[in-house]
Structures are given as structure tokens and as C-alpha cells.
């Protein structure tokens, strides 16, 4: 029963919380490569100068950071991850100047947007008062919608 | 076709793009319109399964070499980070798996695995989000016709399709008809109706030629009177069977809640 008291019990928990939050940021570069990459031509495309901007200065930033600490060879690695870490944050900020820049009637346009297929995916509703992850699509729905003209009658 | 392994393994090489048909059908059925999905063995199908393989493939390798080359970048900046020996590209080992026809120790099998999971889910995460809704938005995709045109893109768009449908249900010169908003509707391989769904529609009698003792007035002069409509309420589905005609008209939902405002939010449609 030595093993009862010195204090290993303690450290095995700590270390399983530790390792959930290291899966936890693991998680980011995942999520960066699997979902969150393929978004960024559409949207870019949708609102290109600044859009692509947004993008490029974060990536570039990054690109900087691991050539000052990992060394100017491995060229491919660090594409790699820059590739991998950019979109994420990218998305977000997009997302905060999209939503700054948008007048409180076209928030409330998103949202009614946003309810409407929520409702339909059975997802939960969002309010016009925070932004939501869709909110940049969501934008460009409004748009749409408003161009829209149905078949006449 | 016979099960061998060569085909099993064809399979396994062309199951990104296999994957993205998939879903994109489950997409298309998602929709309150719907056609047969793509059959696999429809050339467009097989040339749309081929090329995203190929190509989720080719981004594969690209993102093992990024990623190994990651990792040595790493270990050549902090050599006290051990990663162990660098591993080949998981590409690379089923290339020589097909061209030599060696057998791999499992710990190099489990790459090539994990790297076609990556590749699976990266095909699920781009054919879920919004911007390929956004992209497939306008396009009538599944050949869906009039009904894309006159049903699912005014549902999207904020209208009501409102459907006038006429039965053949005929007594006499009296026939019983439908009018409600369209919830649903299922096309054949050919694009024609086989079924069509109302919401809360009412019901109404249609006359062809006019009563006995009423002369036909200018101001129908179609023939065609339509009578008093009583409220049915619920969903009616009519079967193409019954149907001889089908009218659509795309109201928008803003003017209808104005016109019948204590009625309940209409249901979500398509």
C-alpha cells in the first residue's frame, strides 16, 4: 500500500484533466483542416479585398512566428501549419468585422434567417443581439433574398 | 459484380468520393422536394466519384508531407522533443502496397487508415457547411424542373407556394379540388409529380360548363366556376393518380400574415 500514499493518485488525475485540455487544443488544428479551411473561398469570395485581408495578414503573421523559432528550412512544415492553424482565427475575425460592420436591421434579418432553418435542422434559435458562428452566410442570405424575385403569377 | 478483394480495395481507394455522393444525396433528400437520388452506376456518378477521390487523395498527400515535415521541422528546432523515426507517407505505402503486393506491419497500415478517415471527414464537414449550401443554392441540381422553379426556391426565399390542386374526382360536372401551401412533393426518375403534400389546405367543388338556367356570362368565359371552399385543416397528400391538374402561385409569407394575422406561424417549408 506504498503507492497509496505517495501522492500518485493526485498526479494521475491532474495529468488526465491536462490531457483532456491538451486534447481540447489539438482539437483547433483538426477542426482547421477538416471544416473550417474549405469555408474560406466562399468567404472570400464573397466580400474579396477585405475579406481576403483578413486572412492573409493572420496567416502571414503566423508564417513570421514559425520561421523565427523553427528555423528557415522545412518549408513544407511550416505551410503546413500555417495552413492548418490560420482558418480558425481567421473565421473569427471575419465573422467580428462582418458583424461590426452590419446595421442592426440586417442582424435581425440574419437572425429570422437563421431561425428559420435552425428550426428546421432542429438546432437551437440564436438572438440578434451576439453574433452566431453562420452569421457571415447568414448575411449573405439576406442579400439573396432580397434580390430574389419569384415567378410571376 | 463479384465480391473479391480487388473490389473491396477499389472500394476502399474510391471512398472519399463515394462518401461525397452520399451525402450530397442525403442533402438533396433533406429538401421537401425530392427526385430519385443518382444512381452509382450513372456515368456522372462514377466520373463525380473518381475525380473527388482523386483529389482528396492528392490534398491527402500534400497534407502528410506538410505534416511530417512539421513534425522534423520541430524536432530540428527542439531536438529535446522526440517524435521517434519519421514515418513514410501513408500514401506512399499503399502505392507500394498495389505495385509491390507486399504485406505491411500494422503500424504502417494504421496511417493510410487514419488519413482516409481525415479525408472522409473533411468531404462531410465541406458538403455540410454553408458555403456549399450557398454555392448549390440557385442550381437546380437534382433536375427537379418547374417544381425548383416554382416550389422550392420561393419556400427558400420567403413565399408561400401556394398550390390550387384539381382532382379527378368528378361527379357529374362537379370535381373536388385543393388549395393550400405546398409541404411536399415527390418527382419520379423522369421529373413527374407522383405525389404532392398541402398544409392545412381547404377544399373546394370545381364546375366544368355552367348550371342549368345560368347563362354563361362574359366574365367567365373559361367555363370554369369554382365554388364556396371549406377549411380541411391538417396535411392532405394527393396521390398522381387522382391529380389531372396542378396550379402554383408564390405568395410572400410577409403579405400573407398580413392578410390572416391571428393565424399561426406557417410551418417551416421544403
Same mark, same amino acid.
Given at each position: 500500500?506504498?503507492?497509496?500514499?505517495?501522492?500518485?493518485?493526485?498526479?494521475?488525475?491532474?495529468?488526465?484533466?491536462?490531457?483532456?485540455?491538451?486534447?481540447?487544443?489539438?482539437?483547433?488544428?483538426?477542426?482547421?483542416?477538416?471544416?473550417?479551411?474549405?469555408?474560406?473561398?466562399?468567404v472570400?469570395?464573397?466580400?474579396?479585398?477585405s475579406?481576403?485581408?483578413?486572412?492573409?495578414?493572420?496567416?502571414?503573421?503566423?508564417?513570421?512566428?514559425?520561421?523565427?523559432?523553427?528555423?528557415?528550412?522545412?518549408?513544407?512544415?511550416?505551410?503546413?501549419?500555417?495552413?492548418?492553424?490560420?482558418?480558425t482565427?481567421?473565421?473569427?475575425?471575419?465573422?467580428?468585422?462582418?458583424?461590426?460592420?452590419?446595421?442592426?436591421?440586417?442582424?435581425?434579418?440574419?437572425?429570422?434567417?437563421?431561425n428559420?432553418?435552425?428550426?428546421?435542422?432542429?438546432?437551437?434559435?440564436?438572438?440578434?443581439?451576439?453574433?452566431?458562428?453562420?452569421?457571415?452566410f447568414?448575411?449573405?442570405?439576406?442579400?439573396?433574398?432580397?434580390e430574389?424575385?419569384?415567378?410571376?403569377? | 459484380?463479384?465480391l473479391t478483394?480487388?473490389?473491396?480495395?477499389?472500394?476502399?481507394?474510391?471512398?472519399?468520393?463515394?462518401?461525397a455522393?452520399?451525402?450530397?444525396?442525403?442533402?438533396?433528400?433533406?429538401?421537401?422536394?425530392?427526385?430519385?437520388?443518382?444512381?452509382?452506376?450513372?456515368?456522372?456518378?462514377?466520373?463525380?466519384?473518381?475525380?473527388?477521390?482523386?483529389?482528396?487523395?492528392?490534398?491527402?498527400?500534400?497534407?502528410?508531407v506538410?505534416?511530417?515535415?512539421?513534425?522534423?521541422?520541430?524536432?530540428?528546432?527542439?531536438?529535446?522533443?522526440?517524435?521517434?523515426?519519421?514515418?513514410?507517407?501513408p500514401?506512399?505505402?499503399?502505392?507500394?502496397?498495389?505495385?509491390?503486393?507486399?504485406?505491411?506491419?500494422?503500424r504502417? &497500415?494504421? #496511417?493510410?487508415?487514419?488519413?482516409?478517415?481525415? !479525408? =472522409?471527414?473533411?468531404?462531410? /464537414?465541406?458538403?455540410? +457547411? $454553408?458555403?456549399?449550401?450557398?454555392?448549390?443554392?440557385?442550381?437546380?441540381?437534382?433536375?427537379?424542373?418547374?417544381?425548383?422553379?416554382?416550389?422550392?426556391?420561393?419556400?427558400?426565399?420567403?413565399?408561400?407556394?401556394?398550390?390550387?390542386?384539381?382532382?379527378?374526382?368528378?361527379?357529374?360536372?362537379?370535381?373536388?379540388?385543393?388549395?393550400?401551401?405546398?409541404?411536399?412533393?415527390?418527382?419520379?426518375?423522369?421529373?413527374?409529380?407522383?405525389?404532392? &403534400?398541402? #398544409?392545412?389546405?381547404?377544399?373546394?367543388?370545381? !364546375? =366544368?360548363?355552367?348550371?342549368? /338556367?345560368?347563362?354563361a +356570362? $362574359?366574365?367567365?368565359?373559361?367555363?370554369?366556376?369554382?365554388?364556396?371552399?371549406?377549411?380541411?385543416?391538417?396535411?392532405?397528400?394527393?396521390?398522381?393518380?387522382?391529380?389531372?391538374?396542378?396550379?402554383?402561385?408564390?405568395?410572400a409569407?410577409?403579405?400573407?400574415?398580413e392578410?390572416?394575422?391571428?393565424?399561426?406561424?406557417?410551418?417551416?417549408?421544403?
Amino acid at each position: 500500500m506504498n503507492w497509496a500514499f505517495s501522492g500518485m493518485a493526485l498526479f494521475q488525475t491532474v495529468g488526465l484533466v491536462l490531457s483532456g485540455l491538451v486534447v481540447l487544443v489539438a482539437f483547433w488544428p483538426l477542426r482547421g483542416i477538416v471544416k473550417d479551411i474549405w469555408q474560406l473561398p466562399c468567404v472570400i469570395s464573397l466580400q474579396p479585398r477585405s475579406r481576403s485581408s483578413a486572412v492573409l495578414l493572420p496567416g502571414l503573421f503566423l508564417f513570421f512566428v514559425l520561421t523565427l523559432v523553427l528555423g528557415p528550412d522545412h518549408f513544407y512544415g511550416r505551410a503546413f501549419l500555417v495552413a492548418v492553424l490560420t482558418p480558425t482565427p481567421a473565421l473569427l475575425l471575419i465573422r467580428h468585422l462582418a458583424w461590426r460592420s452590419a446595421d442592426p436591421e440586417e442582424r435581425t434579418a440574419a437572425a429570422e434567417i437563421r431561425n428559420e432553418l435552425a428550426g428546421r435542422l432542429h438546432e437551437p434559435p440564436v438572438t440578434p443581439l451576439k453574433s452566431w458562428p453562420q452569421f457571415v452566410f447568414d448575411l449573405e442570405r439576406v442579400r439573396r433574398r432580397s434580390e430574389y424575385q419569384p415567378p410571376p403569377i | 459484380m463479384p465480391l473479391t478483394l480487388g473490389f473491396l480495395a477499389s472500394v476502399l481507394i474510391l471512398l472519399p468520393g463515394l462518401v461525397a455522393l452520399a451525402a450530397f444525396n442525403f442533402r438533396v433528400g433533406r429538401a421537401g422536394t425530392r427526385r430519385p437520388e443518382q444512381q452509382l452506376t450513372a456515368i456522372s456518378a462514377i466520373v463525380a466519384a473518381v475525380i473527388i477521390s482523386v483529389i482528396a487523395h492528392y490534398l491527402g498527400w500534400l497534407v502528410s508531407v506538410g505534416a511530417i515535415d512539421a513534425a522534423v521541422a520541430i524536432h530540428d528546432a527542439f531536438p529535446t522533443i522526440q517524435w521517434g523515426e519519421a514515418a513514410t507517407n501513408p500514401l506512399l505505402t499503399v502505392y507500394n502496397v498495389i505495385t509491390g503486393g507486399k504485406p505491411v506491419p500494422a503500424r504502417e &497500415a494504421v #496511417a493510410p487508415a487514419a488519413l482516409l478517415a481525415l !479525408e =472522409i471527414f473533411a468531404i462531410l /464537414g465541406f458538403l455540410a +457547411g $454553408d458555403s456549399f449550401d450557398l454555392f448549390l443554392e440557385r442550381l437546380d441540381w437534382s433536375g427537379q424542373g418547374w417544381v425548383f422553379q416554382h416550389i422550392t426556391r420561393p419556400a427558400e426565399n420567403g413565399y408561400a407556394p401556394i398550390g390550387h390542386v384539381f382532382t379527378s374526382t368528378m361527379s357529374g360536372s362537379y370535381g373536388v379540388a385543393y388549395k393550400g401551401v405546398v409541404i411536399d412533393t415527390r418527382q419520379g426518375a423522369n421529373g413527374e409529380v407522383l405525389s404532392i &403534400a398541402l #398544409a392545412r389546405p381547404e377544399r373546394f367543388l370545381y !364546375e =366544368i360548363g355552367h348550371s342549368e /338556367g345560368q347563362p354563361a +356570362g $362574359d366574365d367567365q368565359p373559361s367555363g370554369v366556376t369554382t365554388h364556396a371552399k371549406d377549411y380541411v385543416g391538417g396535411v392532405v397528400q394527393l396521390d398522381s393518380r387522382i391529380i389531372t391538374n396542378i396550379v402554383v402561385h408564390s405568395i410572400a409569407q410577409s403579405l400573407l400574415e398580413e392578410i390572416v394575422p391571428d393565424e399561426e406561424q406557417e410551418e417551416p417549408i421544403s
